[in-house]
């Protein structure tokens, strides 16, 4: 059985810093793409980070772009969101997802993740 477990989340103020994880078991993704994606109350799931199946490509949405970074450890079979600078508007449930398709580029959309984790909430107070 396929698992994508995410852990980290929290409740933090802001200014604060997180580093969450997606631990994979069942099968390896160090030839996937990965990518956390983020649904707040109220909101649809949005595009966070995504890191290549290399760890060489990523991307990132212009409102986290240069304060979360995304790596991944094909040896641990896990991918870590390091969120630093954090703001109540990052609020969210945050998902951890797997692309199907071998060596396969960073995403945004979410239509190209086959895999899906539970969520760990994140919740950045004023």
């Known amino acids: 059985q396929v698992q994508l477990v995410e852990s980290g989340g929290g409740l933090v103020q802001a200014g604060d810093s997180l580093r969450l994880s997606c631990a994979a078991s069942g099968r390896t993704f160090s030839s996937n793409a990965m990518g956390w994606f983020r649904q707040a109350p109220g909101k649809e799931r949005e595009f966070v980070a995504a890191?290549?199946?290399?760890?060489?490509?990523?991307l990132y949405a212009d409102s986290v772009k240069g304060r979360f970074t995304i790596s991944r450890d094909n040896a641990k079979n896990t991918v870590y969101l390091q969120m630093n600078s954090l703001k109540p508007e990052d609020t969210a449930v945050y998902y951890c997802?797997?692309?199907?398709?071998?060596?396969?580029?960073?995403?945004?959309?979410?239509?190209?993740?086959?895999?899906w984790g539970q969520g760990t909430q994140v919740t950045v107070s004023s």
């Open positions: 890191i290549s199946w290399s760890g060489f490509g990523t």
């Open positions: 997802a797997a692309r199907g398709v071998y060596f396969s580029s960073s995403s945004s959309r979410s239509s190209e993740y086959a895999y």
